[in-house]
């Protein structure tokens, strides 16, 4: 009996701090423009999310980071100056079950040195091997490259196993995807079965239809409303009313309660310049926030909306939370599992996701010349990358304050 008892508080120990992240790789010969995708669509119990400009390795790099972390110790993804690029998911079934390492949660440091000293997805699989064992880990590590290289790395305390997302008998349809369990792992556990099979469902039906964008990971993947298991679509099921309280149960789908942000890596074609690679966030809740870019080239001088300000919160991150307190009203007891899809879609046109998709489209009609013209010259232009930025912050604050008074 005892034993039983040990067991249940292990897995409700184990429940509450499951992590699930949603992560995928998409190689460059199965994309619109030629481009590799890496994503993250990150959960986390860290709410608050802020981008970082790090040039404290061999490579100067972005990264995204808790806000509470000022120091900026770990890192949860990014892109370094050479268009090496990482991201990871948290796996729960990889750990060798005899391993009663207590050394842990370290990914955020190992995804930390790789951008400091990697330039290639074969450096980061040498770092793997020279690092002093155990790591401390147990993930999925996406990572890309400038070269057109993209792998994961399933990753224990001792070992790992590559996937090569080139390699056709890996990755048939040109695409990886990891959730919260490895393929090297131990069948039948982890989590994220059906946010793998959510995601899927999307990235196969658009590469079959020719249109794998990193606008469709971000608008239609990120912010997916489909659940693959109920074959239930929020975005199209339900019409409500805006002053309807339609509350629906919000689980295994990509976007959470949990989701903090999303981070996607839109690298170069072979030849191009790495340092064009772009590096696109959804900062804070993706249902309530708007993609932005940066680049590493064009220095430490972020847009001010996704830096931490004197209150240790990016401005757009706080902004999105305070959105998403509109959609999950309810504290007490199991109320976070509900959403509040009125708040979110109405018949009126009106909700949060209605309301921001336009500002969104905006920024990436504004982005995209500014980019050709970058891709043209073979550089970024640091000077008109500040312009940039500081458009980026007048238009998010301007339409956040007239749409939501924030």
Known sequence: ?????????????????????????????????????????????????????????KYDYIGLV???DTEGNEVWGGSNSTGFSIINSASYNLKDVNDVTELKDL??????????????????????????????????????????????????NFTFKKYDANDLQVAPNGYLIRTNYSFDGRDDEGY????????????????????????????????????????????SDYQCDEYELKYVFFEDFIPRNSSTS??????????????????????????????????VEAGKNLPKVVLSNEKEVAPLCDKSLKLKDKIFPINRGSGYKYLNLSAL???????????????????????QPVIETWRKAGNTDKSEAEKFYKWIDEKINQEYKKLFNL
């Open 262 to 295: 999303t981070i996607l890596i839109h690298g170069v074609k072979a030849g191009e310049n790495p340092k064009l690679t772009t590096i696109w966030t959804l900062l804070g809740f993706p249902l309530t926030t708007v993609a932005v870019p940066v680049w």
């Open 1 to 57: 009996m005892k034993q039983l008892i040990n067991i249940f508080l292990a897995l409700i120990l184990t429940a509450i701090f499951i992590y699930p992240c949603t992560t995928g790789i998409i190689t460059g010969k199965h994309t619109v423009d030629g481009r590799p995708i890496l994503f993250k669509h990150r959960d986390s119990d860290f709410e608050q999310n802020k981008l970082m400009y790090f040039n404290d390795g």
């Open 345 to 367: 879609l109405n018949k009126q046109g009106n909700g949060i996701l209605q309301k921001i998709i336009p500002l969104e489209n905006e920024i990436f009609d504004y982005t």
């Open 107 to 156: 990914e955020g440091v190992l995804m930390k040195k790789a951008l400091q000293n990697c330039a290639s997805v074969d450096e980061f699989e040498k770092l793997l091997h020279s690092l002093p064992k155990p790591l401390g880990v147990e993930a999925n590590f996406g990572v890309i490259d400038a070269l057109g290289n993209a792998a994961y790395f399933e990753c224990n």
């Open 66 to 68: 808790n806000s509470a």
């Open 192 to 235: 994220g079965y059906i946010r793998y099979k959510n995601a899927d469902d999307l990235i196969s039906a658009s590469a079959k239809s020719n249109d794998l964008s990193f606008k469709f990971i971000l608008q239609n993947v990120s912010r997916s409303l489909k659940h693959s298991l109920t074959n239930v679509n929020l975005a």
